[in-house]
T-cell receptor, first 110, second 113 residues
């Protein structure tokens, strides 16, 4: 079983739609969780950290469910510019090593 | 403030050749790392360093060497290139990877023929 698993998609949604991605992780000792965004042929960039209490940044909401070992990302009012690959990232039990999921691709159409 | 820089952006090697991918950061970050990204595999950690003079292996270290003589620089050496090393290589830095944002360089696209 992969340490971090994501649905690769693509998720095709119209502008203005709400879309949610889930990511599961296998290491119950993981303490830090992140969502990164990667545009085509570009480097990954941090979208948001995921806190135990859940957190929101504008149209983006991240949730953590430790009992079921998954994190989620909700995007409201999707924009064309949200089209990208979203990477789920978890520290693999050690703060010095992060484990990246393979990413979920989102395509937002007019 | 340039952040994380990588050179070259593109490289084509023949099997058996060696080369060094350069990485530098100007944020005074202690932690630096190298990843490779392949289709369907996600980013995989090759080597990492928690400070000058300290390096350790990641998930896929075979065929690569690193050194960290200064806080700023973290070069990745391919000893004898193989077609399986065709990939996109990203260098990243962070004050501490688990608690802080990792800043990635723009990547090096390497093809080994």
């Amino acid at each position: 079983r992969k340490e971090v698993e994501q649905d690769p998609g693509p998720f095709n949604v119209p502008e203005g739609a709400t879309v949610a991605f889930n990511c599961t992780y296998s290491n119950s000792a993981s303490q830090s969780f992140f969502w990164y965004r990667q545009d085509c042929r570009k480097e990954p960039k941090l979208l948001m950290s995921v806190y135990s209490s859940g957190n929101e940044d504008g149209r983006f909401t991240a949730q953590l469910n430790r009992a079921s070992q998954y994190i989620s990302l909700l995007i409201r009012d999707s924009k064309l510019s949200d089209s990208a690959t979203y990477l789920c990232v978890v520290n693999g039990g050690s703060f010095q090593k992060l484990v990246f999921g393979t990413g979920t691709r989102l395509l937002v159409s007019p | 403030n340039a952040g994380v820089t990588q050179t070259p952006k593109f490289q084509v090697l023949k099997t058996g050749q060696s080369m060094t991918l350069q990485c530098a950061q100007d944020m005074n970050h202690e932690y630096m790392s190298w990843y490779r990204q392949d289709p369907g595999m996600g980013l995989r950690l090759i080597h990492y360093s928690v400070g000058a003079g300290i390096t350790d292996q990641g998930e896929v270290p075979n065929g690569y060497n690193v050194s960290r003589s200064t806080t700023e620089d973290f070069p990745l050496r391919l000893l004898s290139a193989a077609p399986s090393q065709t990939s996109v290589y990203f260098c990243a830095s962070s004050p501490t990877p688990g608690r802080h944002e990792q800043f990635f360089g723009p990547g090096t696209r390497l093809t080994v023929l």
